[in-house]
């Protein structure tokens, strides 16, 4: 006996469109309640904490792509316990102002050092009184804020793995030595990392002649950035390359190298076109000069929107097993963040290889020899 399937495909295509109506989070009349007491607790000047589930879960993925002034590896709502480590405070306010980040208790309580008063709120530190009060315009703090330099969770990851680095590529460099430019250990697994990087990325867009004097540069933002996007995947909650402060430094340093080690023939090209008619020159030199400053700005959108997309994607399947509340939603939305997880390791890899092949392209546009037949067609 022969048994179609068409009608288990209508059904299994039933189950999964009716998913979103099989469990709430909460019935419509809480939601509504909610809403009408945090538009009224809003209406009075004061923030209330989100108390169904969504609300939760928008707060938390907002808590993660902000940076944090302390390192929390797990922490109790119901009893306010935290797990983890404070992170030094370091503030420039008439002087500078050293204390540990524990006085704010999360965020909770107003921190007093050499009777200055100091409020964090969404991980920006303010100046208030002793009473911790926050004068708000249009939903938005306008008390003072002092110079912030302090030792952030961004912080501690970028300088991880700075010390993860040179301790592998130390490695790395006396296993040569050693076994006659034979790589051990760890070494092995990086080396063809290494040897991708100068012959498919640094030679073929800078050349032979001058990849040398970037290759330096080139390795350290590959692993750099490979390295924070992989780290960023584990649940310590780190997202450093998702902060555009952090690309746009990158950006800014590719940008600075790129204008210094210029060789004539670049800016001959930008400010004086050959082979162009001579009226068209001044129109062009100021778009040749903006496209240099657009260059490294897209090297920053580009690395900061693809990492944080991916990280409010991720979070925001992984919140949907606690919206549904059923078997089969639960299951859907572990086995999609799975399949993500596994896609976002190759998203590490590409963005670090996209920035630093975009970098040798504009190192290898700033080299370029003059030829002198342009000048002749």
């Known amino acids: 006996m022969v048994i179609s399937n068409k009608p288990l495909r209508f059904i299994l295509a039933t189950l999964v469109a009716c998913l979103p109506l099989i469990s709430f989070a909460n019935p419509e009349q809480d939601t509504v309640k909610v809403k009408t007491e945090v538009a009224h607790e809003a209406a009075e000047g004061t923030h209330a904490e989100p108390t169904d589930v969504k609300s939760k879960i928008k707060a938390f993925i907002n808590h993660h792509l902000l940076d944090a002034h302390d390192f929390t590896f797990l922490a109790n709502e119901e009893t306010g316990e ?28 107003t921190a007093e050092h050499n009777g200055n008063f100091y409020v964090l709120h969404h991980e920006k530190i303010y100046k208030t009184d002793a009473s911790g009060t ?29 010390v993860l680095m040179f301790v592998l590529f130390t490695g790395l460099a006396k296993s040569y030595a050693k076994n006659g430019g034979i790589a051990t250990g760890a070494g092995r697994f ?4 290494v040897l991708y990087v100068r012959d498919e990325i640094a ?30 995947l584990t649940p310590l909650g780190f997202n450093v390359t998702g902060n555009i402060a952090i690309t746009a430094s990158l950006a800014l340093l590719t940008y600075l190298i790129t204008t210094f080690t210029a060789n004539k023939n670049y800016w001959g090209h930008i400010f004086w076109m050959p082979g162009v008619p001579t009226p068209m020159k001044f129109i062009l030199a100021p778009i040749e000069l903006l496209g240099t400053i657009i260059k490294p700005f897209s090297l920053m959108i580009r690395l900061y929107a693809n990492i944080l997309a991916g990280h409010v994607v991720l979070m925001s399947i992984i919140g949907l097993m606690f919206i549904f509340k059923s078997w089969i939603g ?30 040798a392209l504009y190192f290898g546009a700033g080299n370029e020899e003059h030829h002198h037949e342009e000048a002749h067609h």
Request: aromatic share 16%; no cysteine.
């Open 82 to 109: 935290h797990y983890g480590f404070s992170l030094p405070i370091i503030l420039w306010d008439n002087g500078l102002q050293v204390f540990s980040s524990s006085k704010f208790h999360h965020g909770e309580e």
């Open 134 to 162: 926050l004068t708000q315009e249009h939903g938005h703090p306008t008390n003072a804020t002092p110079l912030d330099l302090s030792i952030t969770k961004s912080v501690v990851g970028i300088l991880g793995i700075a």
């Open 190 to 193: 990086f080396e063809p990392l």
């Open 203 to 232: 030679i073929p867009n800078i050349g032979e002649k001058g990849y040398k004097k970037y290759m330096s540069y080139l390795l350290t933002i590959f692993f750099f950035i490979f390295f924070l996007n992989i780290l960023g």
């Open 330 to 359: 639960s299951t859907l939305s572990f086995g999609l963040a799975f399949a993500l997880s596994i896609l976002e390791i190759l998203v590490a890899f590409l963005q670090a290889y996209i920035f630093t092949m975009l970098s």
